[in-house]
């Protein structure tokens, strides 16, 4: 199956139309309704954080999102523009503290890291790239 590509401004606005094309792309590639609230989840999950924390003071900027089902896997690409952050150098949060002494953030992330079964970073070009893979089951 063709990867599907989308662009969207650095927004949470925008965040409706990548749920729905999630939802397109899986129901043509024949994803349960399970996996594709995952992906969906996992894409709002990094978006939002991309959004918020690359893009200081609102600067304007630009999202790829590139979905790929192929034979034994689901690949997501995500590619900006903003600020320089590799999230998998950040430590998972430590859900055995008492919450009070929790330090705020970082359970999107590991929630990310739960569902997908790879995780990468690299920036090319002063361009963020995060590569998510999703292995299916047999």
Partial sequence: MKPFQLRIPAHRDHLPVVAEAIHAFGGEAGWSGDLALQIELVCEELLVNIMDYGYPERTPGE???????????????????????????????????????????????LLVRTIMNV??????????QVVLTKVFQS
Avoid: H, K, M
């Fill in 63 to 109: 999202i790829e999102i590139t979905l790929e089902t192929r034979s034994s896997d689901i690949r997501i690409t995500v590619t900006d523009d903003g600020v320089a952050f590799d999230p998998w150098q950040q430590p998972s949060p430590d859900l055995d503290a008492p919450l009070e002494a929790r330090q705020p953030g970082g359970l999107g992330l």
């Fill in 119 to 128: 995780c990468t970073y690299r920036c090319i070009n002063g361009r963020n």
